[in-house]
């Protein structure tokens, strides 16, 4: 992923924040805004005869130092590419990423809804940790949040 892929990514991110279950944004933010709010290691795009059809990406949990090994995770397929196993190649290769890069545990925060994304982080070998009810809202509707996460079996043992 480059920074001239914004325009891809930018719109399959919009896509995902249509369908109600993807995130808790309700707008797209500048690139900058988003540069800065994701590792810059572990930017995967995943291409198609030069056509972007989904991204991952990691954020930081925190900026405690003991924390460095951990991130965030978003996935974004496009709508046209979805149930395509676009998905498990970005989650393929940004946990390879991961570990080369010395993470030891990568987190998610999936919407109940949004049983693909959950299918996703299961068979990619995430585990289910536990759920915040009521934790945020997305238009004025309380959400809960499905906490996934997956510990290296490379990195920190």
């Not at 080369?100 to 809804?113: A, H, R, V």
């Not at 995430?126 to 499905?146: A, Q």
Request: include cysteine; charged fraction near 25%; hydrophobic fraction near 40%.
């Amino acid at each position: 992923m480059i920074g001239s892929d914004w325009s891809a990514i930018s719109r399959i991110y919009a896509e995902g924040i249509a369908t109600g279950f993807a995130t808790f944004e309700t707008e797209i933010p500048n690139y900058e805004t988003w540069d800065t709010a994701h590792m810059e290691t572990c930017r995967i795009v995943a291409l198609e005869n030069k056509n972007i059809l989904g991204w991952a990406a990691l954020s930081p949990v925190s900026s405690r130092c003991v924390y460095g090994g951990v991130g965030e995770v978003s996935v974004y397929v496009g709508k046209e590419a979805r149930g395509q196993g676009v998905g498990k190649h970005l989650m393929k290769a940004l946990i390879d990423k991961s570990e080369k890069d010395g993470l030891w545990t990568l987190q998610s925060g999936i919407f109940p809804e949004n049983k693909g994304s959950i299918k996703l982080h299961e068979q990619m070998g995430f585990r289910y940790i536990g759920k915040r009810e009521r934790v945020g809202k997305l238009n004025e509707v309380w959400k809960d949040n499905l906490l996934f996460e997956r510990r290296s079996e490379v990195v920190g043992v």
